[in-house]
């Protein structure tokens, strides 16, 4: 399902789980970020996974309000999110450092966007279809240099996990949170080269993420080199 951006979500969707509306909010749901304990874990998928050297070009994939860049180093940044609200907060905080764009990062006109080093997609995935995912993947092929990287990071669901872990996973915006099965399926079908770990300590709570790094060539800038699907620490 296609994300939807504060007034389309369906009524009875918000009836449901009304703080959907306040996260669109940029200042709750960067508040609610850092409760949970998202400074660290960027921090960490950014120094140990993007690996943005000076100079990259960096494709921000659902950047929401553009928090990435207080990680990176001075890039040649372009940001790509559905909700207007973050993409004005992004533009008012960020618009020296890059260029935003409010669009469906699936649908967007590839026109001007090519030859990135990184396409980073932070916790994205799990909010598009199978169909949205395996279109998105070939863009990002179209898009990216012929030795750059896309690197995602996503809730996962993994057999025996906390139920605390299950509940935030059921109740995330995002509809399809998967498997780390589900989501290799949906990577290797397009990127020959796909490397995954999971991860249970990036945040103040119970919850496992899945990074996946994927590539058209082998690639020697990630910490690993052979695909790997295993439970580690970050
Ligand atoms: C959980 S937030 C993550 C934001 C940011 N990447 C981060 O790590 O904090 C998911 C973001 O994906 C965006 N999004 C979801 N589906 C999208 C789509 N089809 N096209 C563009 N943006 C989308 C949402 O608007 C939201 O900002």
Redesign the pocket.
């Known amino acids: 399902m ?2 939807l951006s504060d007034n389309q979500i369906s009524q009875q969707r918000l009836g449901m789980y009304p703080w959907y509306k306040l996260l669109s909010f940029p200042t709750i749901y960067k508040l609610a ?1 850092r409760a949970l304990g ?1 400074h660290a874990c ?1 921090a960490r998928f950014v120094d140990r996974y993007m690996l943005a050297q000076p100079g990259d070009r960096i494709l ?5 309000p553009g ?2 860049l207080d990680y990176l180093p001075a890039v040649d940044y372009v940001g ?4 207007p609200k ?1 993409i004005a907060s992004a533009r008012n905080r960020h618009g020296e450092r890059g260029t935003f764009l409010c ?4 649908s967007v006109n590839e026109e001007g966007l090519h030859q990135f080093d990184i396409i980073v997609a ?3 995935i799990h ?2 279809s199978d169909d ?1 995912c395996i279109k998105l993947f070939h863009k990002c092929r179209r898009l990216l240099k012929e030795n750059g990287r896309m690197v995602t990071l996503d809730g996962c669901r993994v057999p025996g996990q906390h139920m605390l872990d299950k509940w935030m996973l059921d109740l995330d ?2 509809e399809h949170v998967r498997t780390l099965e589900g989501y290799m399926q949906l990577a290797t079908s397009v990127f020959p080269n796909v490397q995954a770990s999971l991860h249970s300590n990036l945040l103040r709570i119970p919850y496992t993420h899945i990074v996946m790094e994927l590539s058209l060539s082998l690639q020697k800038r990630g910490p690993h080199n052979l695909k790997l699907t295993h439970m580690r620490s970050m």
């Open positions: 296609m994300w970020m998202g960027r921000d994939l659902g950047c929401g928090d990435l790509i999110d559905v909700e973050y669009n469906d990062v699936v932070s916790a994205l909010h598009l949205e915006r995002g």
